[in-house]
């Protein structure tokens, strides 16, 4: 009826309309019977009333003053109608607009309430939605921040380790050169002319070798074999 609706005096003339809507006459049934009928719509509206249901008493009583005020005297047989039952409906006539104007009071201030209730969950779940998004925004920040950390100290960890395996492969070549320098050493030692008397042996072997004949030494003549 008023669903959709959030305005206190929107929703009651949606009420009243819904009445409207609902009270409609076939001109082929009897008046009295509609006499009847508005008797027996009274009795409930009242039921509905003090149960406190404003709604469904509203909407009957504007059915009532919708059927015996609008649709009701354009029907053929109203006029020839019993006047009896034409007073006593004049009289639930005056004793219905008031109660309806009050029930009408009654549900404006009840929308009324219940519009003020809604804006103010509506602005805490604005709210609520609005700490979620930030909190989630940080969330966001925090998880970048700390992605961001973790790959800096990935890299910082891979310039270590290369720094690290750098200055050991440079220690390991040093190491090499000292080792190739000092087997260079040894072998120096370890060599026959680096050994005690080497030199002089030397000397003599080279000094008891004969030396070749000079190629401009005079040669004796070969032997004569005349007879």
Do not use: W
Not at 47 to 68: G, M, P, Q, R, W
Not at 83 to 88: F, L, P, W
Not at 152 to 172: G, W
């Amino acid at each position: 009826m008023s669903d959709g609706i959030h305005d206190p005096g929107a929703r009651v003339r949606a009420l009243c309309e819904y009445g409207t809507r609902l009270t409609e006459i076939d001109m082929n049934i009897p008046v009295t019977r509609y006499f009847r009928s508005g008797k027996e719509m009274i009795r409930m509206a009242e039921v509905y009333h003090d149960e406190n249901d404003l709604e469904k008493a509203f909407i009957l009583y504007s059915k009532f003053v919708t059927l015996f005020v609008e649709k009701l005297p354009k029907h053929p047989g109203y006029k020839t109608a019993s006047s009896v039952d034409k007073s006593n409906n004049k009289k639930l006539l005056a004793l219905v607009f008031p109660i309806a104007e009050a029930i009408k009071t009654k549900l404006k201030v009840k929308y009324a309430a219940e519009e003020e209730a809604r804006l103010a969950k509506e602005k805490a779940e604005q709210a609520r939605r609005a700490r979620e998004e930030k909190l989630q925004q940080e969330e966001m920040r925090e998880r970048v921040k700390e992605e961001e950390r973790l790959k800096r100290d990935e890299l910082r960890r891979k310039e270590e380790l290369e720094q690290r395996m750098l200055a050991e492969s440079e220690e390991q070549l040093k190491r090499l050169k000292l080792i190739q320098e000092e087997e260079k050493n040894r072998n120096k030692e370890n060599s026959p002319l680096n050994r005690p008397g080497a030199l002089m042996s030397t000397v003599i072997v080279s000094s008891t070798i004969p030396s070749a004949p000079s190629p401009t030494a005079v040669l004796p003549p070969p032997p004569s074999y005349q007879s």
